[in-house]
């Protein structure tokens, strides 16, 4: 059966600033087709964005506005199972699709870190980050390229598919039931299969809503929530208000050191509180 796995790199913390997507077609377990495009996001590059991807401003000179490649996307998207690595890039293409006031994909999304937790009772509970995954798999890739972070998801579902019998409709189906785990917590550590699941988020900023129901959200999604920026940090969000504030010092000590830690290699990631919303929601 076919499926296209479709990974998308951002300009910014707001996830509508895509500036590369990638696009990987398998059939029977094969991949059959593969582009990468670079996208001019009309919108800045956050030094910290750059760092993870090494997309800038330059390189997208002269690139098309995902207005423009949006019908390329439908044309290899419509109708198939489209295949991302967690959440993200999924609440991305819907973000950018609002934010051109485009309609939405037309197709049925499959999450591929869940079928790595079904798939694999070694990776039901941790490990099924993209970059874990496809070392024990032995993917060779280079993270953070839109297309390589596709292909290497698309492997990953096709030896879910070969190893378990159960086709990429199959699995959608999988996917979207409750694991026994689910059923047996309150989720009142971040556990269960939402889609934040595995995620511990710190909060920033002046929220439009209160920070209270802010951090139930994230929990009813799945999440840990913490009040302070750490090394197992892997969401800052931050209040929409300041999610611009490009000089240093006028953004949150939170804010400052989850770019730090990033800096470093941490895998962690900075949201808008809209997006977050959307993460939620999706």
């Given at each position: ?149 596709a292909r290497a998801a698309g492997l990953i579902l ?34 269960g299969d939402g889609p934040l699941v595995g995620e ?83």
């Amino acid at each position: 059966m076919k499926f296209v796995v479709l990974d998308v790199e951002t300009a910014n913390p707001r996830m509508s600033s895509i500036c590369q997507i990638g696009l990987v077609t398998f059939e029977g377990g094969v991949e059959v087709a593969a582009e990468s495009h670079l996208i001019d996001p009309e919108d800045h590059f956050d030094p910290v964005n750059v760092a993870i991807h090494g997309i800038t401003a330059a390189a997208v000179v002269g690139e098309p506005t995902f207005r423009e490649v949006y019908g390329r996307v439908c044309d290899l998207t419509a109708g198939t199972v489209v295949a991302c690595h967690t959440h993200f890039d999924r609440v991305a293409l819907s973000r950018v699709c609002e934010l051109h006031a485009l309609p939405t994909l037309s197709c049925s999304w499959l999450d591929t870190a869940r079928v790595a937790r079904r798939a694999w009772v070694e990776f039901s509970k941790s490990g099924y980050g993209l970059s874990n995954l496809a070392r024990h798999f032995g993917i060779t890739f280079q993270h953070h390229d839109a297309l390589h972070d596709a292909r290497a998801a698309g492997l990953i579902l096709a030896r879910a598919i070969e190893e378990t019998g159960h086709d990429p409709s199959e699995w959608i189906r999988l996917c979207n039931q409750a694991t026994r785990q689910d059923r047996q917590t309150l989720r009142r550590d971040g556990d269960g299969d939402g889609p934040l699941v595995g995620e511990s988020i710190v909060f920033t900023g002046a929220l439009q809503v209160p920070r209270r129901e802010a951090a139930d959200l994230a929990h009813q999604a799945g999440a840990a929530v913490e009040p302070n920026v750490t090394k197992g940090t892997t969401i800052l969000v931050v209040g929409d208000q300041d999610i611009d504030k490009l000089a240093g010092h006028d953004k949150s000590s939170k804010h400052r050191k989850a770019e730090a830690l990033i800096e470093a290699g941490q895998s962690l990631r900075i949201l808008g509180e809209a997006d977050f919303m959307r993460v939620c929601a999706s």
